[in-house]
């Protein structure tokens, strides 16, 4: 099974630019969501989804936009990059059933530089 | 959402049992324990949860305070690749859809 997986694992942009981060997973999660780790820090919730057309925001949503037209992919869109959004960002996903009793699967992670 | 305490960071012997302390005195009845843990450039990883009892897997062991104010995560033998940072989280059905991390426990490993 290949997991979570994130592409791509690095990127450098210039203030101003757009990108999108894909996000797809591959075990019908229902649940999907980004984080952001900024250096020495813990992960920061952005945006999540418990489903294919629902999304919803996190800790730090600023700056992002996301959609869930499937259940596989949850993008993640910059529109406008900053250099405060130089980051680590990690994708997540886990199962709806039981709510609280299971473990959620991380991406190794995109590694984004803005300049 | 209740929140957790966990020391910045922590040293152990390898092969040595590692004890990583957490405190979450605002826990409610629903409340479970979480412990995901991130190696070095990797996303986080699930090790163990918990309710109100003691758990045991192939990772790790969890023991939880009778009165649940408190848990630790224990690894029975400490090896160079346990180094990392450790997260105790809390979850209740008011945030079954997100997790949120705290700060975490860095676990260094002396060979």
């Known amino acids: 099974n290949a997991g979570v997986t994130q592409t791509p694992k690095f990127q450098v942009l210039k203030t101003g630019q757009s990108m999108t981060l894909q996000c797809a997973q591959d075990m019908n999660h229902e649940y999907m969501s980004w984080y952001r780790q900024d250096p020495g820090m813990g992960l920061r919730l952005i945006h999540y989804s418990v489903g294919a057309g629902i999304t919803d925001q996190g800790e730090v949503p600023n700056g992002y936009n996301v959609s869930r037209s499937t259940t596989e992919d949850f993008p993640l869109r910059l529109l406008s990059a900053a250099p405060s959004q130089t980051s680590v960002y990690f994708c997540?996903?886990?199962?709806?059933?039981?709510?609280?009793?299971?473990?959620?699967?991380f991406g190794q992670g995109t590694r984004l530089t803005v300049v | 959402d209740a929140k957790t305490t966990q020391p910045n960071s922590m040293e152990s012997n390898e092969e040595e049992p590692v004890h990583l302390p957490c405190n979450h005195s605002?826990?409610?009845?629903?409340?479970?324990i979480h412990w995901y843990r991130q190696l070095p450039s990797q996303g986080p990883e699930y090790v163990i949860h918990g309710l109100t009892s003691n758990v045991n897997n192939r990772m790790a062991s969890l023991a939880i305070a009778e009165d649940r104010k408190s848990s630790t995560l224990i690894l029975h033998r400490a090896t160079l690749r346990d180094a990392a940072v450790y997260y105790c989280i809390l979850r209740d059905d008011s945030s079954a859809s997100k997790i949120i991390f705290g700060s975490g426990t860095r676990l260094s490993i002396r060979p």
């Open positions: 605002t826990i409610s009845g629903t409340d479970y």
């Open positions: 997540a996903s886990r199962p709806i059933q039981s709510r609280l009793n299971t473990e959620a699967f």
